[in-house]
């Protein structure tokens, strides 16, 4: 599981854009790419204010 919220444990920008890719590819309906941000948890407080939460 992953997702694009910086605020999951499952946050994994990298992936979910893959898996949106792949689905577009797919001719699926996918959610927009997310921006690329660090998974490092000491950061995680800085990523949270550049995403606006």
Same mark, same amino acid.
């Given at each position: 599981?992953?997702?694009? %919220?910086?605020? &999951?444990?499952?946050? &994994?920008?990298? %992936?979910? %854009? ?25 950061? @995680?407080?800085?990523?949270? @204010?550049?995403?606006?939460?």
């Amino acid at each position: 599981m992953f997702n694009a %919220n910086p605020r &999951s444990a499952d946050y &994994s920008p990298a %992936n979910f %854009n893959r898996l949106a890719r792949y689905l577009r590819q797919q001719g699926k309906p996918a959610p927009a790419e997310a921006a690329l941000h660090t998974r490092q948890l000491a950061r @995680r407080d800085d990523v949270i @204010r550049q995403a606006g939460g």
